[in-house]
């Protein structure tokens, strides 16, 4: 049976180890071992009913008094830890208040120039009342060309430069569209006049060089209503271009052209003189009246209804306003180039604002 040397060697041992737990979680397991529920000083309580009465009471009171001991030792110890710990986390964590900022995503981060002049675009038409409107990247044969008004062996198509994928079972084949044009007709397809749509976003063909990258950017326009004339085709191209450009005037030239799906069709160039570069025509975009053949195919009819349609390269006029050479750098990921010509997080183009300011 325990003997008070036993006792003191144990409170030797105890508080050696007590003294000796270099974290909170070493000084638990200390106090588990010691007087935990089977714990050794918790077990010499236990054995105190097989003492002899006499002796009962007195190493009761020495057990007793070796746990308030402990006990006393465990606090004292885990206040120490403790302090030591917060002055640890503090001394860590502290933060030198007179260092400069440094900078954070907003001053880091840069708007592509191509997503800068979408915004840009798609503030000044909505002004002018136009939604956006989506379409996805892979279209029909049917949507990109039947029912604009080109027929399978049209010659248009050879121009286009079509990607293509692989035809299905029943010989239809999907491709990547080659204009946005295709959302001229979904528009017509869910949607009664009048409507006034802008469609931006990827087109992809078969070309590469200085100007032409495989994949690159359009924005299609469409209004279709009962009186719809080229007068407002004119007047909304030539708002359009003052207030992208930024200048009270523009000199636009409506040259004429062919696309099937409108009826006259025209090219426009503007006069570069607008953007510093005097004597030049810059060609921005195609255009025309909406062809009759392609409100039948939407089921729309031309006998009421009738509109303007028109495509323009959204690389292009970035090139043009901002003064980019390679279109190619527009999509090497070149971060270097990104950081020189890409705008501010908090470079918002608004009307009211300025949009390049
Ligand atoms: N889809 C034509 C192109 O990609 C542009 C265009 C759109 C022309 C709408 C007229 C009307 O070249």
Redesign the pocket.
């Known amino acids: 049976m325990s003997s008070g040397t036993d006792l003191s060697r144990l409170e030797d041992d105890v508080l050696t180890e007590v003294a000796g737990a270099g974290d909170l979680a070493a000084l638990d397991a200390v106090r588990v071992s010691a007087i935990g529920k089977k714990g050794r000083i918790s077990e010499l309580m236990a054995q105190l009913g097989k003492l002899p009465a006499e002796e009962r009471k007195a190493f009761g009171a020495a057990v007793n008094a070796l746990k308030t001991k402990v006990s006393d030792a465990l606090d004292a110890r885990k206040a120490t830890l403790e302090t030591a710990a917060l002055s640890a986390r503090l001394a860590n964590e502290r933060a030198d208040v007179t260092l400069p900022v440094r900078a954070g995503a907003e001053v880091l981060g840069r708007i592509h120039p191509v997503s800068q002049v979408l915004d840009e675009c798609i503030e000044i038409f909505a002004d002018l009342g136009f939604e956006v409107a989506e379409g996805p990247d892979i279209e029909t044969d049917d949507l990109n060309f039947t029912k604009?008004n080109i027929p399978a062996e049209h010659p248009a198509r050879q121009e286009?430069d079509t990607f293509y994928f692989n035809p299905k079972p029943d010989g239809s084949r999907l491709l990547l569209r080659?204009?946005?044009?295709p959302v001229?007709i979904r528009t017509m397809q869910n949607k009664t006049p009048p409507i006034r749509i802008i469609a931006p976003g990827r087109?992809y063909r078969c070309d590469s060089d200085q100007t032409h990258t495989p994949m690159f950017h359009?924005i299609?326009?469409?209004v279709i209503d009962e009186k719809t004339h080229m007068g407002h085709l004119k007047w909304v191209l030539e708002e359009f271009a003052k207030a992208f450009f930024e200048v009270d005037n523009v000199t636009m030239r409506f040259r004429a052209?062919h696309?099937p799906?409108?009826e006259p069709?025209?090219?426009v160039d503007i006069d570069a003189s607008a953007i510093g570069k005097p004597g030049q025509w810059l060609e921005i975009?195609?255009?025309?009246m909406?062809h009759p053949n392609v409100l039948a195919n939407c089921g729309l009819n031309p006998e009421k209804y009738q509109g303007?349609?028109?495509?323009?390269?959204l690389d292009r006029i970035t090139m043009l306003k901002y003064g980019l050479p390679d279109l190619r750098a527009f999509f090497s990921a070149d971060l270097r180039w990104l950081r020189h010509y890409g705008f501010s997080l908090l470079d918002q183009p608004t009307l009211g604002g300025g949009l390049s300011s």
Do not use: D, R
């Open positions: 604009l286009h080659t204009h946005t044009s001229q087109v359009q299609e326009g469409l052209s696309f799906f409108t069709s025209m090219e975009l195609g255009c025309g909406v303007f349609a028109f495509g323009m390269g």
